[in-house]
């Protein structure tokens, strides 16, 4: 068997302490051995200068989600959310209000409007309680549910969970439970300190690095987003108007002219009234399907 470059330098069977093929052998991320070569032609002096007393040189994300400039960047360690969001990253789309960022993918936290002067290092987002991790960036806006985002990060781990371990293999699945029942407004107080206590058991208890890490969105969410929490399971309301089971669609009778548009396009007969008078939408029938609030021409229906 040949190796990358040439034969090998001993033949199989290989010692356990040799590289890949007998080969010296260097593992490591595509983004160090990137940063190697310039090292080496303008020196470690140069390199040191960029970035941070603790944290040198550049670092790569991956910006996405709710912002102007998706794509990926390089940065030097130190540079603040906010440059990365505001400047480079453009800002919220269509003019949104920016909400918070979820670093280090599905295992980091999502940081708040707090934390947008962050400098941006290892042990800065570990100390705001995410990660640096994978380098992505999730921007989130105003429109984005705190609770059906923390489902959704967990739903990566529960399918990436080997099973292993029962932290990890059962807690994080009744997280996940939790967090639907929470969205469909049948969460109580008791279920958010539930949902923490048991984060922080799977995080304490869980085998390897996946588990350790996969309650940080539940955890960091709930931390910043606390009134979002319990607005689902005191009010029963999704303040950002994302939660299915939890809107309402209603007619402003101040509003409202009579036109019948939003009743000939409910699907399911849930709209009454005359023409030239105040409709109504009865919500035992209504299944939230939005299409007289698309067609309304007068503004006349909104989410509650
Ligand atoms: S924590 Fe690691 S070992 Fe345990 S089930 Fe999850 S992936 Fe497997
Ligand atoms: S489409 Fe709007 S204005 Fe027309 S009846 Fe329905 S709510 Fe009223
Ligand atoms: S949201 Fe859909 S189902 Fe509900 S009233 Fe409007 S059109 Fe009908």
Not at 45 to 57: L, M, P, R
């Amino acid at each position: 068997m040949e190796g990358l470059r040439g034969e090998p330098t001993i033949k199989p069977p290989y010692p356990a302490e040799s590289g890949y093929m007998g080969k010296p052998t260097n593992v490591n991320n595509v983004e160090t051995f990137a940063a190697i070569p310039v090292i080496i032609l303008k020196g470690a002096k140069w390199f040191s200068s960029i970035g941070t007393e603790k944290a040198k040189g550049t670092k790569v994300f991956a910006l996405a989600g709710k912002i102007n400039n998706v794509g990926l960047i390089e940065v030097p360690m130190g540079t603040t959310l906010r440059e990365v969001i505001f400047e480079i990253g453009g800002g919220i789309r269509n003019g949104k209000k920016f909400k918070g960022v979820q670093t280090g993918g599905p295992s980091g936290g999502c940081l708040s409007e707090k934390h947008l002067d962050t400098p941006i290092d290892f042990d800065n987002l570990i100390s705001a309680g995410s990660m640096m991790g994978s380098g992505a960036m999730i921007v989130l806006d105003e429109d984005d549910c705190m609770v059906s985002m923390a489902k959704f990060f967990l739903e990566f781990t529960v399918e990436e969970s080997c099973g292993k371990c029962a932290p990890c293999r059962i807690g994080n699945k009744r997280l996940h439970e939790l967090l639907g029942q929470i969205c469909e407004g049948k969460g109580s107080l008791d279920d958010l300190d539930r949902l923490k206590n048991m984060s922080l058991v799977i995080k304490d208890t869980a085998l390897c690095g996946l588990g350790q890490t996969s309650p940080n969105p539940v955890l960091s969410m709930m931390e910043n987003y606390r009134d979002e929490y319990i607005a689902h399971v005191t009010d029963k309301k999704c303040p950002a108007g994302q939660c299915r089971s939890l809107m309402e669609y209603v007619v402003n009778p101040e509003n409202c002219v009579g036109c019948t548009a939003c009743a000939r396009v409910c699907p399911v007969n849930a709209i009454t009234g005359e023409r030239k008078e105040i409709h109504l939408i009865n919500p035992a029938i209504c299944i939230k399907c939005g299409a007289c609030m698309e067609k309304c021409k007068f503004d006349a229906i909104f989410i509650r």
